[in-house]
């Protein structure tokens, strides 16, 4: 790939002709580089919005169950099941899951999660995280399934719906409020407040004008360049009076206790309860296209190599009237290396008429 970033400096058409040769060197104004932000929806199938949370029966069974849950958008047996995103708690003190090592104290996968995200979110073993105004200890992470996405998660976009007994809540995250991104090792974060599509909802019992809850900061924390959220276990876990959904979060100690599927009921329980619930999630993509104009002036290209044009055996013009009226047809374009070794080939939708009186520019495009 080196080669195409730094040698793309000459151009050479299936057709020889001109004084200068089949090998044209292009000028820094020939390539032109530009860049395009697409965006898609998250989920399979292009699913806008996911409404159906099904997990494996398989992975309650094994070891995996204790660090995360896979979430599928249908039966994880069906043909066109794909895991959508992953959930797993987190807890600073390895309180709601059963010790690896009953001799050594802490040694739970529960802390070993909050241990793995830290690094990689603050790069400091030292460091807390801090949601809003709330300097938290437990968190549950949304990690989204790499085959889901194509660059990062656009913020801003997004709404996810989730619900208690009796409380349907829709948390997205303040980037419109806050256009001024904070930073950590994992790049851009941005809280997660009530509301939806980027747009805050506040109420004076729920929530205060952040869109936080009342007495445990935000609800957590998106990080777009990584696809991650980070949820604030002690806001789902508040009354409704103040923000919370009363998820109850459980934090025994050497017990599992399968905080996960909390998330995965709260979901399904949104989805079932309004009918129009569900997570909704895009994604965002920078394309960079290089575009290439190559350029057959009127003296250039109009004689050709052809076997059809020139003879084999004595290189001779084959037809008088080809002497002084050359008539070549373009069909190809092909991109060469100081060395002239062939990089990339560009073939036309039809043949280009090329003579004397003729000038051709043929744009070629290349995305990465």
Known sequence: MADQKTAQTSRAVATQGGTRGAYITLDASDKVLSTDSVTAAMWSDNTPTLQVFQTSSAQVTSAVKEYYTSVYQTASTGVTAAIQFDIAYANSKGSGSVPLNPLVVGTTPTRINYGSYRNLILGDENATFIF??????????????????????????WTMNISGSSLNLSLTDDSKINTVANF??????????????????TTS???????WTLASGSYGWILPDVDLLLLNAAALDGAVVGGGIALGTATSNGTWDDNSAKIVSALRLSADA????????????????????????????????????????????????FIDNPTTYITTVGLYNNSQELLAVAKLSRPLEKDFTKELLVRVKLDF
Not at 184 to 201: F, K, Q
């Open 132 to 157: 809003g105004n709330y300097s938290a200890s437990d968190f549950y992470c949304l990690p989204i399934e790499r085959a889901r996405y194509k660059q990062s998660i656009l913020p801003g976009t």
């Open 184 to 201: 950590s090792d994992a790049g851009r974060y941005y809280n997660i407040i009530s509301g939806s599509a980027g747009v805050v909802r």
């Open 205 to 211: 019992d729920q929530s205060d004008a952040n869109g």
């Open 274 to 321: 309004s009918g129009s619930g569900g997570f909704t999630l895009n994604s965002k993509e920078d394309l960079s296209s290089d575009f290439i104009f190559c350029r057959a002036k009127s003296q250039e290209y109009n004689y050709s190599s052809n076997p059809s044009f020139i003879s084999s055996s004595t290189g001779a013009i084959l037809f008088d009237s």
